[in-house]
């Protein structure tokens, strides 16, 4: 259960007015001294709390902070119990893990402020700094096979984009498979990793970690990132952007896809194929052959129904579908 100090912020984040320490108390099921201990606390922590004599608490500055009560504010009481909220942690796909193995239920979420082993695709790292990120891991345990759990990892992009449309206002693109991008500078990767059932061949248990860049300086990006990574925040001039806001609205929009997967499958392809600009360029897929990365080049000509990338490669009058594998787009990321 959130602490005294968690409710209390969200109760001070969800009122434009000030709160009496008698009404927070009789909320909280606390005593007023909890309440003033809760106050102090939140001050250290740098939020702005005015207090006046006969009305009480009024929030009157509220810093880029993740935690239980920055985040709650913006969900159902109850979801909180099923949401860890840490300062630092090596990597919140493998927290994660650790809580299904458990028996941790679906829609267990992790989140971090900082990651000192951020997971990317193919074994890459992700740079995970602290007070800039949203570093999160949403538990599933869809009742599915093996061989359409792909395609989660193309709902999320989907509900990425959707979080961050709901939270900031903001568009954002998917370069297939599920490069998140604004401004055609990538700002979030998704990384799936799912546990099988031997016997049955179903699937028990999936971790989706999504990573998004908000408020990054463009000095916060290693040399060899420049022309790739970006912020959301480097993407509009600089802005600060709430990541608990963000965190929130992503929870919302995960626990849809939980509970309409897959039954809403054609509703997730049509919104992935308006959001991918991937298809109608040149790119260049690759693939491994002996040890070595070899290219083809060709054209992306449209998102197939399994959410598989149709081309039509030089020299090459058929239509070939992939399902994985790595893909330059002309214009982006280099690749000219």
């Known amino acids: 259960m959130p602490s005294v100090k968690d409710r209390f912020l969200s109760m001070l984040i969800n009122s434009s007015d000030y709160i009496s320490g008698e009404s927070a108390s009789k909320a909280l099921g606390v005593s007023r001294a909890a309440v003033n201990s809760a106050v102090m606390s939140l001050r250290s922590d740098g939020y702005g709390i005015d207090s006046s004599t006969n009305r009480g608490y009024l929030l009157t500055n509220r810093p880029d902070r993740l935690d239980n009560g920055s985040i709650g504010a913006f969900l159902p009481g109850e979801r909180m119990d099923r949401i860890t909220v840490l300062p630092v942690v090596d990597s919140t796909n493998t927290y994660c893990k650790d809580l299904a193995r458990k028996g941790a239920p679906s829609g267990t979420v992790v989140i971090s ?39 989660i990892t193309c709902w999320t992009a989907v509900a990425v984009c959707e979080a961050i449309r709901d939270c900031y206002g903001l568009d954002s693109e998917i370069k297939w498979v599920n490069d998140i991008l604004m401004n055609r500078m990538k700002i979030c990767g998704i990384l799936t990793e799912a546990s099988f059932e031997a016997e049955s061949g179903t699937v028990d248990s999936l971790v989706i970690g999504i990573g998004i860049n908000v408020n990054e300086k463009r000095s916060d990006f290693p040399e060899e990132l420049e022309s790739i990574a970006s912020s959301i925040s480097i993407e509009n001039g600089g802005k600060t952007f709430m ?51 070899e290219a083809r080049t060709g054209e992306a000509v449209s998102i197939g129904s399994d959410f598989s990338l149709e081309v039509r490669f030089d020299g090459c009058d058929e239509i070939t579908s992939l399902k994985s594998g790595e893909v330059s787009v002309r214009g982006l990321y280099g690749y000219t």
């Open 243 to 293: 990541r608990s806001e963000l965190a929130a609205a992503l929870i919302k929009r995960l626990d849809a896809l939980a509970s309409s997967w897959p039954g809403s499958h054609d509703d997730y392809l049509d919104s992935y194929r308006s959001h991918c600009i991937t298809t109608g360029n040149r790119i260049a897929a690759y693939t491994t052959v002996a040890g070595e990365s």
């Open 113 to 151: 402020d900082c990651q000192t082993g951020g997971k990317g695709r193919r074994g890459r790292s992700f740079l995970s700094p602290s007070g800039v990120g949203l570093y999160f891991s949403y538990l599933m345990r869809p009742d599915s096979g093996i061989e359409r759990i792909s395609e």
